[in-house]
C-alpha cells in the first residue's frame, strides 16, 4: 500500500515537472533604476531561469526600474526590453537577442562558427564526441583533445551533444560562439554497451536479465569492496553486510538461494577471468579487488544470460570490467578521503540500579521453586512469597531446601543464590561496557592513477592505498593494490594487452579461538557478546590498569555475588590473528581480426594468491576458569596457482535488417591449491611470538602438516545474437563442461539456454502511443545452468591416515580407513530458469520502469544424503534434493528535474519465494530445520508462550520435566510456558516446530541523485522487510539468570506479580534450560537504512583553468547515516553462518555497525 | 595468415588432452583403488580397526565406558539428572554414539578381512602372517558385535563391504541369538585359530594386538552371556588349564596392574592402548574423578561422576582394604572446600600425579578390556554354575589370595552373588558390572536398589520406582530408524 501511494506520488512529480517552467513560475521584483544586467541577476537568483546573451549585441547597461508583482517572466521581459530584444525561452533557459542587429546577421553571417571543448563530469576532454546541429544532419566530432569547431547555419536554434555512455545534451546558439559542454554519464542510456559473458552487447538489445552499476556508484564510498557500497542498488541481487568488522564478508546471492550443500555464492569475473573465490564471513575475497578500479558491474541474474559459464553459473555471475586506458592527452587522478567511525545501533542494557532490581528479583524467584509444597496436593500450596524477606528465604532454604546440607555449609554461600549480598550495592562502579570495548574507527583511501595513450598503443596505472582502523579494539583492515593495463596494436589486424593487478592485504581480527574448553557456550567468552552480559557493577580494569578478572576464578573482593564467568574483551584482545593475503592477477591476450567480420581472442590469465594467517594467545589471555592461559600459537599458509586460457572466435555482421553475432569458444583451466599448518604450545615468554620459540608440539600428525588439492575445469561453448531490425531479439547459447569434481559417470553437461525479446514500440501499431511511451520491450528466456561448488575429490572414496601405538613404547604404527563413500554418479546440480520480462521507457525516457519474473527450479541438488551407519559412514554427497525460487523484481528509474537543477530517483523492489521440493530426510542445521514443501533452513525450536500467568495456568498447562524429578524444571507463576504442540500432555523435543524464516519478505533500496551547479548530493537507501533472526546467543533477552546483564526490552517485559501481563519468563538464578526458552529469541530483522549519503562540490571552470586543473571536487560521505530498525540486537543483516546454507537467520554475536562520516577530494589534471 | 594457422593450431592441441585433464586423484590422501596390495599395506588397515578402539572406549563422556559404568550400580552423576544413570532412556535421547562407532570398526574389519581374502600370498611365512591379520580383524570384529548385542539386543548384520551404499538400506535387524552364532563365534573362533599366542616373538612391542588368549577369554564370556556354562568352561579351560593361548598368571601386587609402567603384563589378556607422547593421550580421569580434574585440569567435562556410596558400602562390609584403596580415593583434597566426592581412582593417576597431566591432553593409562583374574573368575562362574563348585574354588580364590582377602573354604556356599560380589570387588570400573548384572538376571534389583536406597552420604532419591527389565537394553537409535524404517525399535521405547 505504502509503495503504491509512493509511486503516485511519483508519477504525479513527474508530470507537474514536465509543464513548461516559465508558465507556472510567478516573479514579484520591485527594482529601482538598477542596470538590466544586475535585474537580469536578479530573477536568476529568485528563479531557475538562466540567460543567454552576448553584452555586444545588447545593451545591458541600461538602467530600468521594475515593479512587478506576480507576473510571468514573458511578461516582465516584455516591460524590461520594451520591445529592443527579441527573447526566447526554453523552459529555464532564456536567450535575448538583439532586434536590430538580427537582419544585418542573417544578411553578412550566413555561417556561424562556433567552437569549444566537450568533457566529462571529471573534466577529462572526451574525444569522438559528436556535435550536431539539432534537427540536422551537419555535424562534426570533437578531436583527440576534446575540442571542436562547427559552422553553424544561419537560423540554426542549437547544437546537440553525444557520445556512447553519456547523456545527450542540447544546448540553445543564441549568440554564442564558444559553446564548452560538460557530459555527464548516462544513467540509463539505451546506447550503453553492457558486458555479458565472453563479449558485449547494446543495452539496448539485451534480451536476458542483467542488472548493472557503473563505477558512479561506487565513487566516494570510503568501503573495502564494491559489494557494501552497492547493496540493493539491484533489483534480485541480495547483498548482506553479515559482518561489519573492518575487511569482513557480505553475503551475496542472486534471485533466491541455490543451493543446499554446494556453494550459493555467485561466479566472479573480473575482466573475463572467472574467479576462484566465493562468500567468506571473515575475509572477503572481494576486497583485493579495489573499488576504485572497477569501470562497471554486471549481474547476469537469469540462466538464459550466465548458461555461457555453465557448471559455475547456478548462482548467477558478477561481472567485474575494471578501467582501461583511453587514448589521448594524460590524465592523472588522484582521490583522496580520510574519515572515522563510530558505533550506532547500541543494545540498550541495564544500568547499574535497574540492574541490582533485576539482580534481586531473579534470586527471589530461585527460592520460591523450592517451596517445599510445590507439586503436592497441598490446598495451602504455595507456602512461600515472592515479598519474603532475605532472613526469612534464608531460613526457608536452610529448614527445607533440598540443598539444606549445602547451606548450613558456610562455605558453600548457597544464600548466594537467593539474597543479594550487601556489598553488592557497595560496588563504586556503574560501567558500560559497550562504550568501553569501542572506539573512534578510522578510514583512509588514497588513489590515484593514470591513463592515457596514442592510437597504436593505451595504458593505465593505478595504485591505492586503503586503511581502516575498527571500532572494536585489535581489528583492521589495510590494502595495497595496483593495476596497469597496456593495450597495443600492434598491426592493422592484430592487437595485444597486458594486466597486472597486485594487491597485498592485512587484515587483523578478533581471536575468539578458545582453549579453555568452554566452546559450548561461546557467548560468555565471544569479545562481540560479553560487553552485553558483562554487569554494569564491576570494572574493566584493575587499578594497576591490567584488564579485570570476569572469570570464575574472580581474585576480587566481590566474589560473593555469584555472577557468570566470563572472559574480559580486553583479555581476548590480548590474542592475536593476522592474516596477511598477496595476490596477483595477470591477464594477456591477443586479439587477430580475421576478417572485418571475423575476430579471433585468446586470453591467458593468472592468479597467485597466498595467505597467511598468524594466531598467537599469551599466557596473560585469562580464560572463563583461570588467570592465565597455556600459551599457543600458530601460522597456516595457503596457496593458490590457478590459470585459465580462453579461445574465442567472433563472428559480427549485419544483413539488410538481420543482425547477427556469433561467438564460439573454449576454455580450460587448472586450479592448485597448498596449505600448511603448524600449531604449537608453551611460548617461554609473551614478546616473540614466532614459532620458533615455541616447545610443545602436541600431536605431532595433526599439528603440523600440508595438503595439496587440485581441480580441473573444461568448456566449449557457443552463443548466437540475432536481431531483427532492433524489433526481434533471439539469442542462443549453449556449454559443455567438464569438471574434475564429479564423479566418472557424470564428468559431462550439457548447458543450453534461449531468450527472445520483441521491442513493442518500434511497431507501427504502436505509434499513436509512441508519444508516451518511447520504448516498451518484452523479453522472455530460458536455460539451464550447474553448480559445482563443491570440494575436490568427493566422487572418490579415499583412506585416511590414522596411527596407533601397538606396543608400551611410543613407536607409532600408520593406519589407514575408508573415510569416504564413492559416488561416481556424483554430478553439478542443475538450476533450470524460466524468466519473463518488460522494460518501458515514458516520456522521452524520464520514467523507465522494468519489472522481471522469475522461476528457478534446481535440480538433483548435492544432498548428503543420510546413510545408516551400518556403511560406517553417516551420510554421503549425491545428487537428490529440489528446491524452487522464485520472485518479481521492480526497478523504476525517473529523471524528475533534469535541467539546471537535477533530480533523478531510481528505485527497486524484490522479492523471493523459497521453497524445498524434495529432500530425502530433514535436516537439522544450527538451530534450523529443512524439510519439504518449507522453505530452506527455516527456524525451529519451541514455541514461546511467554510466563504462567498463575498457579491456574502452571496447573492446567504442560510444564517441563513432567517425566523427571529435576528441581531445575519445577515450574512456577513466571517461569517459562512453551506450547504444547503435539497435544500429549508432554513438553519435550517433539514439541519443536518451526518457528519462522530468515528470508525476507521483500528488500528495496532507493537512489536519489540531486545535481545543481557545481554541487551534487546522493542519498541512496535500502531496506529488508520481514525475515526472522534467531538471537541464539543472547539467552538473556528471554531468561534472566541474575548473573548477567539482560537488556531492558527484557527487563520491561518480564513477568513479575506487579507486572502478571509480563511477555517474558521472570529471571531466575537457577537458569531454565535454555533451549526451552529459545523461541523467545526469534525477532524480525526488518530495517531501513540511509546507506550513503553523499554531498560533493565540483569547482567551476573558471577556477579550475586558473589552478590548471581537469577538476577538482571536494566531498563528504556518511555511511550508514541512519539505521531504522525493531532488531535488538547489533545488526539486522546478521547471519552467523551465513556459509552454510542450511542455518540462515542466526545470530550468534555480531560486530557493531558504526557510521563513519569521511571527506574526501577528487582532482583530476 | 600462417601464423595464425599455427595459433589455431596450439589451440587445437588444449583441446586434445580433455578427458585425462579432468581425471584427478587426491594428492595428499591415499584412494581406496590401489591400496592394500602388500601385507604391510593390509597391516596399516587392521591397525586401522584397532585404533578404533580408542574412539569405542574413549574417555568422552558419552561413549562406551561412561554410559556402562553410569548405568551400573558402581558410578553415579553427581547431579542426578543423567538419563543413563537414571534410567530414564525416551526415543530422543537414544544412545547413538556407541551403534556409530562400533559399526565403524565391524566396517574397517569387513573392509580389511575383504582385502585378505583377496590377498594371495607370496610364501608360507606369509601366508601365516596374513591369517594372523585375519584373525585380529575377526576377533575386533567379534568384540564389536559383542558389544552391540549385548547394548542393543538385535542388530543388523553386516559382514562384507558395501559396494553401493544404497544396499545399506532395508537390512533390518538380526536375531541376537544369530549374530552370536553366524559372525560372533565364527570370528572368535578362527582368531583363536590363527591369532599369536601371548609372548609370541611376532608380537615383540607390539603386545596390544589381539592373541588367541583374548579371543579364548572373550569367547568365554560370549558362552556366559549366552547362557551356556559347558561351553564357556571348555573355553575358559583352554586358556587357564591348557595354555593353549600362552602363559598369563596374575600380577603380584593389585595397585599397580593398572599403573602405565606395567602394561602388558602378565595378567593383561586385552587392552585399549593409550600414549600421551605418541598424541594418544587416555583422559579417563578427567571424567572418572572430574573433581579432582577441575581443580587440577585446564578442561573440565559437564558429566561430573562419582562413586556410589553402595559399592563403598560393600567395599566395607566386606573388609577389603587393598582393593578398596586402589579403586576408590576418598575424595580428600586439601586444596578443596568443601570435601569432595569420592572418585574412581581404578584408572586414573593419583592426586599428585595429575597436575603433570593438566597441561597435556591426559595421560597413559590403559584401558583393560579384559585380563586374566576376569578369566579366572568366569571359570569359576562357569565350574559353579556346572555344580563343580570345588573345582571352582581355586580359580575364586587365586584372585582373592592376590587382593589379600581370605580365601573361600566352603564350597556349598559357592553361590551366583558370592562371584558377582568378587566380581564387583575385583573388576570394579573396567566395564564388566552393567553386563554382569544384566547376564545373570540380577539387574533390575541391583540397580533398582542402588537407586531407590539411600546409603550414607547418598541420602536422597531422583527416582520414583524401580527400573523395569526393557529398560536394560538401551533404544535403537532414533535417527538411524528415520534412516531406515526396516530397523524395528525396542520393546518399550
Known amino acids: 500500500m505504502k509503495l503504491t501511494l509512493f509511486l503516485s506520488m511519483l508519477t504525479i512529480f513527474q508530470l507537474w515537472a514536465v509543464e513548461t517552467y516559465s508558465q507556472l513560475t510567478k516573479l514579484t521584483l520591485n527594482l529601482e533604476n538598477i542596470k538590466i544586467a544586475d535585474a537580469l541577476k536578479e530573477i536568476e537568483d529568485q528563479s531557475e531561469f538562466y540567460f543567454l546573451y552576448s553584452p555586444k549585441l545588447i545593451d545591458v547597461e541600461r538602467k530600468v526600474s521594475i515593479d512587478v508583482q506576480n507576473e510571468t517572466i514573458n511578461d516582465i521581459l516584455s516591460t524590461m526590453f520594451e520591445e529592443k530584444v527579441k527573447f526566447a525561452v526554453y523552459d529555464r533557459q532564456i536567450v535575448l537577442t538583439s532586434k536590430e542587429e538580427t537582419g544585418i546577421l542573417s544578411l553578412f553571417q550566413q555561417q556561424l562558427k562556433i567552437t569549444g571543448t566537450v568533457a566529462d563530469k571529471n573534466g577529462v576532454p572526451v574525444p569522438g564526441a559528436n556535435v550536431v546541429v539539432t534537427g540536422t544532419t551537419l555535424g562534426t566530432m570533437t578531436d583527440s583533445d576534446g575540442k571542436y569547431s562547427i559552422e553553424v547555419p544561419q537560423g540554426s536554434n542549437s547544437l546537440t551533444f553525444s557520445f556512447i555512455g553519456m547523456e545527450s545534451q542540447e544546448i540553445i546558439i543564441g549568440a554564442l560562439t564558444q559553446i564548452d559542454v560538460t557530459l555527464a554519464e548516462s544513467a540509463i542510456g539505451l546506447d550503453e554497451v553492457v558486458v555479458i559473458g565472453y563479449g558485449t552487447m547494446k543495452k539496448r538489445d539485451v534480451s536476458t536479465a542483467i542488472s548493472s552499476v557503473s563505477s558512479e556508484n561506487l565513487k566516494d564510498k570510503p568501503v573495502s569492496n564494491f559489494a557494501q557500497a552497492i547493496s540493493g542498488n539491484m533489483a534480485g541481487v541480495r547483498i548482506t553486510n553479515t559482518n561489519a568488522a573492518p575487511g569482513g564478508g557480505s553475503q551475496i546471492n542472486i534471485r533466491g538461494i541455490g543451493s543446499i550443500n554446494a556453494a550459493t555464492s555467485p561466479l566472479f569475473v573480473i575482466d573475463g577471468f572467472p574467479l576462484k573465490d566465493g562468500f567468506d564471513q571473515y575475509e572477503n575475497p572481494l576486497n583485493s579487488i579495489n573499488p576504485a578500479d572497477i569501470e562497471s558491474v554486471e549481474v547476469l541474474k537469469d540462466a538464459s544470460s550466465s548458461a555461457i559459464y555453465g557448471t559455475q553459473a547456478s548462482n548467477g555471475v558478477i561481472l567485474i570490467t575494471t578501467k582501461s586506458g583511453k587514448t589521448g592527452k594524460p590524465t592523472i587522478s588522484i582521490n583522496a578521503s580520510s574519515g572515522f567511525q563510530n558505533m550506532i545501533n547500541k543494545v540498550d542494557v541495564l544500568n547499574k540500579q535497574d540492574y541490582l532490581q533485576y539482580f534481586e528479583e531473579a534470586r527471589i524467584a530461585a527460592y520460591l521453586v523450592e517451596d517445599p509444597n510445590l507439586g503436592t496436593n497441598d490446598p495451602n500450596a504455595p507456602l512461600w512469597q515472592w515479598t519474603d524477606p532475605p532472613e526469612l528465604r534464608i531460613a526457608n532454604w536452610e529448614q527445607y531446601s533440598q540443598h539444606q546440607t549445602a547451606m548450613l555449609d558456610p562455605g558453600s554461600r548457597h544464600y548466594r543464590w537467593i539474597t543479594t549480598i550487601d556489598s553488592i550495592s557497595q560496588s563504586p562502579y556503574n560501567t558500560d561496557w559497550q562504550d568501553a570495548t569501542t572506539k573512534t574507527g578510522k578510514v583512509n583511501d588514497f588513489q590515484l592513477s593514470a591513463t592515457g595513450g596514442t592510437e597504436n598503443i593505451s595504458y593505465m596505472v593505478s595504485g591505492g592505498y586503503y586503511d581502516q582502523e575498527g571500532i572494536v579494539p585489535t581489528t583492521g583492515y589495510e590494502r595495497f593494490s595496483f593495476r596497469a593495463k597496456i593495450d597495443a596494436k600492434i598491426s592493422k589486424r592484430l592487437k595485444v594487452g597486458l594486466n597486472l593487478a597486485p594487491s597485498f592485504e592485512n587484515l587483523s581480527v578478533l581471536n575468539t579461538t578458545l582453549s579453555d574448553g568452554t566452546g559450548s557456550s561461546p557467548h560468555l567468552t565471544n569479545p562481540l557478546t560479553v560487553p552485553l552480559f558483562a554487569a554494569p557493577i564491576e570494572p574493566v580494569f584493575n587499578p594497576d590498569g591490567t584488564p579485570y578478572l570476569l572469570g570464575a576464578l574472580k581474585l576480587y573482593t566481590f566474589r560473593d555475588w555469584n555472577l557468570t564467568a566470563l572472559i574480559n574483551p580486553y583479555h581476548t584482545y590480548l590474542k592475536t590473528d593476522k592474516r596477511q593475503t598477496a595476490r596477483n592477477l595477470t591477464t594477456l591476450f591477443g586479439e587477430i581480426k580475421i576478417t572485418d567480420k571475423l575476430t579471433f581472442r585468446s586470453e591467458l590469465h593468472n592468479e597467485f594468491r597466498s595467505g597467511e594467517r598468524n594466531i598467537f594467545s599469551p599466557s596473560t589471555a585469562a580464560t572463563r576458569n583461570n588467570a592465565t592461559d597455556r600459551t599457543y600459537g600458530s601460522n597456516i599458509i595457503t596457496s593458490r596457482f590457478y590459470w585459465n586460457l580462453q579461445n574465442i572466435l567472433t563472428y559480427q555482421n549485419t544483413f539488410g535488417k538481420h543482425a547477427v553475432t556469433a561467438m564460439a569458444g573454449y576454455s580450460a583451466e587448472e586450479a592448485k591449491y597448498r596449505t600448511t599448518s603448524i600449531l604449537k604450545y608453551d611460548f617461554p615468554v609473551d614478546q616473540i611470538t614466532t614459532l620458533n620459540q615455541a616447545i610443545t608440539i602436541l600431536n605431532a600428525q595433526t599439528d603440523a602438516s600440508t595438503f595439496r588439492s587440485s581441480e580441473s575445469l573444461i568448456g566449449s561453448f557457443g552463443r548466437v545474437l540475432y536481431n531483427y531490425g532492433g524489433k526481434y531479439y533471439f539469442t542462443g547459447s549453449i556449454r559443455r563442461d567438464a569438471s574434475s569434481k564429479f564423479g566418472s559417470d557424470q564428468k559431462w553437461g550439457i548447458f543450453p539456454s534461449v531468450s527472445l525479446a520483441w521491442r513493442v514500440s518500434d511497431e507501427t501499431f504502436f505509434s499513436p502511443l509512441k508519444k508516451y511511451i518511447n520504448d516498451w520491450k518484452i523479453r522472455g528466456g530460458w536455460g539451464k545452468t550447474g553448480n559445482s561448488g563443491i570440494g575436490n575429490y568427493n566422487a572418490i572414496s579415499t583412506l585416511g591416515a590414522l596411527n596407533y601405538v601397538l606396543g608400551s613404547t611410543s613407536a607409532v604404527s600408520a593406519a589407514y580407513e575408508t573415510n569416504k563413500v564413492a559416488n561416481s554418479a556424483l554430478g553439478w546440480e542443475t538450476n533450470t530458469d524460466w524468466s519473463i520480462a518488460t522494460d518501458v521507457q515514458f516520456l522521452n525516457s524520464r520514467i523507465i520502469l522494468s519489472v522481471d519474473y522469475f522461476y528457478r527450479l534446481t535440480d538433483d541438488l548435492l544432498y548428503r544424503k543420510p546413510l545408516p551407519v551400518i556403511t560406517g559412514f553417516n551420510s554421503y554427497l549425491t545428487n537428490v534434493a529440489k528446491m524452487r525460487n522464485r520472485g518479481f523484481e521492480w526497478v523504476l528509474t525517473t529523471h524528475n528535474l533534469t535541467r539546471q537543477f537535477k533530480w533523478t530517483t531510481s528505485f527497486n523492489l524484490y522479492y523471493f519465494r523459497n521453497r524445498v521440493l524434495d529432500i530425502t530426510s530433514p535436516l537439522a542445521g544450527d538451530g534450523t530445520y529443512t524439510t519439504e514443501d518449507r522453505p530452506l533452513a527455516c527456524l525451529y525450536g519451541p514455541v514461546d508462550l511467554g510466563a504462567f500467568d498463575d498457579w491456574e495456568d502452571v496447573k492446567t498447562h504442560p510444564i517441563f520435566g513432567s517425566t523427571t524429578a529435576r528441581w531445575m524444571s519445577r515450574s512456577i507463576p513466571g517461569s517459562p510456558k512453551i506450547a504444547d504442540v503435539d497435544g500429549n500432555g508432554i513438553l519435550d523435543a517433539s514439541d519443536y516446530t518451526i518457528n519462522g524464516s530468515a528470508f525476507p519478505d521483500f528488500t528495496w533500496g532507493m537512489t536519489n541523485n540531486f545535481e545543481y551547479k557545481g554541487f551534487d548530493l546522493t542519498i541512496q537507501m535500502n531496506g529488508t522487510q520481514g525475515g526472522d533472526i534467531n538471537m541464539v546467543n543472547y539467552g538473556t533477552t528471554a531468561q534472566g539468570n541474575g548473573q548477567t546483564n539482560v537488556t531492558y526490552f527484557y527487563f520491561n517485559n518480564y513477568w513479575t506479580p506487579y507486572r502478571t501481563d509480563g511477555k517474558y519468563a521472570t529471571p531466575n538464578r537457577k537458569e531454565y534450560v535454555s533451549d526451552n526458552v529459545s523461541g523467545a529469541l526469534i525477532f524480525k530483522g526488518s530495517y531501513m537504512n540511509i546507506q550513503f549519503i553523499t554531498l560533493g562540490y565540483t569547482l567551476p571552470r573558471s577556477i579550475l583553468q586558473k589552478m590548471k586543473l581537469g577538476n577538482a571536487r571536494l566531498y563528504m560521505n556518511i555511511q550508514n547515516a541512519w539505521l531504522i530498525t525493531k532488531f535488538p540486537g547489533y545488526n539486522p543483516e546478521i547471519n552467523s553462518r551465513g556459509d552454510d546454507p542450511t542455518s540462515q537467520g542466526l545470530d550468534r554475536g555480531a560486530y557493531p555497525l558504526s557510521r563513519t562520516v569521511s571527506f574526501g577530494i577528487n582532482l583530476t589534471i | ?493
Open chain 2, 1 to 493: 595468415m600462417k601464423k595464425y594457422i599455427a595459433l589455431l593450431a596450439v589451440t587445437a592441441l588444449f583441446f586434445a588432452c580433455s578427458e585425462k585433464f579432468v581425471d584427478r586423484q587426491p594428492e595428499d590422501n591415499l584412494s581406496i583403488g590401489n591400496y592394500f596390495t602388500n601385507a604391510q599395506e593390509i597391516k596399516s588397515g587392521l591397525v586401522g580397526c584397532y585404533q578404533k578402539l580408542q574412539t569405542i572406549y574413549g574417555s568422552f563422556s558419552s561413549q562406551l565406558p561412561y554410559t556402562v559404568e553410569i548405568m551400573s550400580d558402581d558410578l553415579k552423576d553427581l547431579h542426578w539428572n543423567n538419563i543413563f544413570h537414571l534410567f530414564i532412556k525416551t526415543n530422543e535421547n537414544s544412545q547413538t554414539v556407541i551403534w556409530t562407532n562400533g559399526y565403524k570398526m565391524i566396517v574397517n574389519c569387513n573392509n580389511i578381512i575383504a582385502a585378505i581374502d583377496k590377498y594371495k600370498a607370496k610364501d608360507v611365512t606369509e601366508e601365516a602372517l596374513i591369517k594372523a591379520y585375519r584373525g585380529e580383524a575377526c576377533f575386533l570384529r567379534a568384540l564389536s558385535y559383542f558389544n552391540l548385542v549385548r547394548f542393543y539386543g538385535d542388530v543388523p548384520k553386516v559382514t562384507a563391504p558395501l559396494d553401493d551404499p544404497n544396499k545399506a538400506f532395508g537390512i533390518g535387524r538380526t536375531p541376537g541369538d544369530d549374530i552370536y552364532n553366524s559372525v560372533i563365534i565364527p570370528d572368535l573362533e578362527f582368531a583363536i585359530a590363527n591369532c599369536y599366542n601371548k609372548g609370541n616373538i611376532e608380537l615383540n612391542g607390539e603386545e596390544a594386538r589381539a592373541t588367541s588368549g583374548a579371543a579364548l577369554t572373550i569367547l568365554g564370556k560370549v558362552y556366559l552371556t549366552m547362557n551356556n556354562p559347558s561351553k564357556a568352561a571348555e573355553t575358559l579351560k583352554k586358556l587357564i588349564v591348557d595354555k593353549a593361548g600362552g602363559n598369563y598368571s596374575l600380577f603380584s601386587n593389585f595397585q599397580n596392574f593398572f599403573l602405565p609402567a606395567n602394561k602388558f603384563n602378565s595378567e593383561s589378556v586385552f587392552e585399549v592402548n593409550y600414549n600421551a607422547a605418541a598424541g594418544q593421550a587416555s583422559d579417563f580421569f578427567r571424567w572418572m574423578c572430574p573433581d579432582i580434574g577441575v581443580l587440577l585440569c585446564a578442561r573440565r567435562y559437564r558429566e561430573q561422576v562419582a562413586v556410589q556410596h553402595n559399592l563403598m558400602r560393600e567395599f566395607v562390609n566386606s573388609g577389603e582394604t587393598i582393593r578398596y584403596t586402589s579403586t576408590v580415593d576418598s575424595g580428600i583434597v586439601p586444596a578443596a572446600s568443601p570435601p569432595l566426592q569420592p572418585w574412581a581412582r581404578k584408572l586414573t593417576p593419583a592426586p599428585a600425579d595429575v597436575a603433570t597431566y593438566a597441561v597435556i591432553a591426559g595421560c597413559d593409562y590403559n584401558y583393560p578390556i579384559t585380563r586374566y583374574a576376569d578369566a579366572l573368575l568366569m571359570y569359576a562362574e562357569a565350574l559353579m554354575l556346572l555344580n563343580q563348585k570345588s573345582d571352582a574354588l581355586p580359580y575364586i580364590n587365586m584372585v582373592r589370595t592376590r587382593a589379600g582377602v581370605p580365601v573361600l573354604t566352603d564350597p556349598d556356599a559357592l553361590t551366583i552373588d558370592v562371584i558377582l560380589h568378587e566380581r564387583r570387588m575385583e573388576l570394579a570400573f573396567e566395564g564388566h558390572r552393567y553386563f554382569d548384572l544384566v547376564r545373570t538376571g540380577k539387574a533390575v534389583e541391583k540397580i533398582s536398589y542402588a537407586l531407590l536406597t539411600r546409603i550414607d552420604l547418598d541420602n536422597q532419591i531422583f527416582r520414583s520406582g524401580p527400573i523395569e527389565e526393557y529398560q536394560l537394553l538401551l533404544p535403537i537409535p532414533v535417527d538411524e530408524i528415520e534412516k531406515d524404517p526396516t530397523l524395528t525399535q525396542n520393546e518399550g521405547y
